[in-house]
């Protein structure tokens, strides 16, 4: 697997011109030619888009916190970005641990929509730069981010790091703290839990088909067509954070999580069914009154859905809203 966002940029910076004259600092293009790569790599290892717009700016806020001399001394700047915010993301992932201890029910990553459904400002009237846009791969589905949240952050960086960006172990180490021996070991465990976790690849139309007739079923409320789309060992997971309602612990078994459906489908008549692109794969966005309540992500095996997961805390619905036309 890699992920479209190699090193390129990094392996091909140009040098610094110096500012006068009306001329631009060419540095300034090359800085922040790789904000795009950086958003990409925090996203990977937090799981959040919020917090990975934070890793990044707190990088560039080092990098423009260092004298102009220390900065030229800096053959790399892309890599020195790229070291600094994998440790940034590395102390970040060491304290997450401690907050979802806290959060309230189940933790489930920040779902992405296709740039098609990509909110045109950010609050406070900042304008989204399409630059900023994660890419969307195979190393961005929602069970690859949850089987990523399994892992130590150690594992979880030197892996991403690795065999995502296709960084070699040597620099991973720098990362990482560690040596490239041992970086390697760590990216192996953490294979041998994708592999563990990650069932044979079904086709876009054919998880899309099932995704659509899950919908179809959830909305005319036919249990019995709901549980033959489940798999008799599916897990249902909803993420509220505490915000809004939202069951605390994972729905076990196809019909309970198919009756649980229903009655929702009975409480709310009111909740608008889309079907939308969820992190690069087929899934459904519930709305109420043009208001984005639940991104749904979907684990398709064969013929059945083996996970759910339904994000409704809103601050991490944010991204999500109808396309501007």
């Not at 998880?207 to 036919?222: G, H, L, S, T």
Request: hydrophobic share 40%; charged share 25%; aromatic share 6%.
């Amino acid at each position: 697997m890699k992920a479209d966002t190699t090193k390129g940029a990094v392996d091909t910076m140009t040098t610094r011109s110096e500012p006068g004259h009306g001329r631009p600092d060419a540095s300034l293009t090359v800085i922040m030619s790789e904000r795009r790569q950086l958003i990409n790599l925090a996203y990977r290892l937090l799981g959040s888009l919020a917090d990975a717009e934070d890793v990044v700016q707190e990088t560039y806020a080092r990098w423009y916190a260092m004298s102009r001399e220390r900065q030229e001394a800096i053959a790399s700047p892309g890599a020195w970005l790229t070291k600094v915010a994998g440790r940034i993301c590395l102390d970040v992932l060491g304290s997450a641990r401690a907050r979802r201890e806290r959060y309230v029910g189940e933790w489930i990553p920040e779902p992405l929509p296709e740039s098609t459904e990509w909110i045109s400002g950010r609050p406070g009237g900042a304008t989204a730069d399409p630059a900023d846009r994660v890419t969307l791969d195979e190393s961005v589905t929602m069970a690859f981010l949850v089987v990523l949240e399994s892992m130590t952050p150690a594992e979880r960086v030197a892996f991403i790091l690795h065999d995502v960006f296709r960084y070699p172990f040597a620099e991973v180490a720098e990362i990482v703290g560690r040596t490239p021996a041992a970086c390697r070991q760590l990216a192996s465990s953490a294979r041998r839990r994708i592999r563990a976790a990650q069932a044979p690849a079904t086709p876009a139309t054919h998880q899309a088909r099932i995704v659509r007739n899950f919908k179809q079923a959830w909305e005319a409320k036919d249990i019995n067509a709901l549980i033959g789309l489940l798999a008799p060992d599916a897990t249902g997971i909803a993420d509220g954070g505490g915000l809004v309602s939202a069951l605390l612990h994972p729905i076990e078994g196809g019909e309970q999580i198919a009756r649980h459906a229903v009655d929702i489908a009975g409480r709310a008549p009111e909740l608008t069914i889309l079907e939308r692109t969820v992190n690069g794969q087929p899934g459904l966005v519930a709305q109420q009154d043009g208001v984005t309540v639940m991104v749904m992500a979907f684990d398709v095996v064969g013929d059945r859905i083996k996970h759910i997961w339904a994000v409704r805390n809103p601050d991490k619905l944010r991204l999500w809203t109808e396309p501007q036309h």
